[in-house]
Nanobody, 121 residues
Framework: QVQLVESGGGLAQPGGSLSISCAASGFTFSNFAMSWARQAPGKGLEWVAGIDNVGSDAGYANSVKGRFTISRDNAKNTLYLHMNSLKPEDTALYYC??????????????WGQGTQVTVSS
């Protein structure tokens, strides 16, 4: 069955960096676009970034553009999110999500349990 397991979350200082990962299994990872979304305390789910199946096209929310980088390693069935210049408002539970096609990373039909990222001094 499809499994997405996020890891790498934790505490970071404002202005610092953190990278999170998502290990995928149960499907052909290289056939699907993937994305990251987040949910801050008391707020709704926010799409953060997406990437197509081969890593040639990526998109970002305005709130993270220029600070976050999404990438993937299809040989390792792993999705990454590298976060720089972190802000307290980046504090959230981050979810890895699987799309239904090779290119549309805004859609999703499966997601993991999430990894907590907290930005605080």
């Amino acid at each position: 069955q499809v499994q997405l397991v996020e890891s790498g979350g934790g505490l970071a200082q404002p202005g610092g960096s953190l990278s999170i990962s998502c290990a995928a299994s149960g499907f052909t990872f290289s056939n699907f676009a993937m994305s990251w979304a987040r949910q801050a305390p008391g707020k709704g789910l926010e799409w953060v970034a997406g990437i197509d199946n081969v890593g040639s096209d990526a998109g970002y929310a305005n709130s993270v553009k220029g600070r976050f980088t999404i990438s993937r390693d299809n040989a390792k069935n792993t999705l990454y999110l590298h976060m720089n210049s972190l802000k307290p408002e980046d504090t959230a539970l981050y979810y890895c999500r699987k799309a239904m096609t090779t290119t549309n990373y805004h859609e999703y039909h499966f997601w993991g349990q999430g990894t907590q990222v907290t930005v605080s001094s």
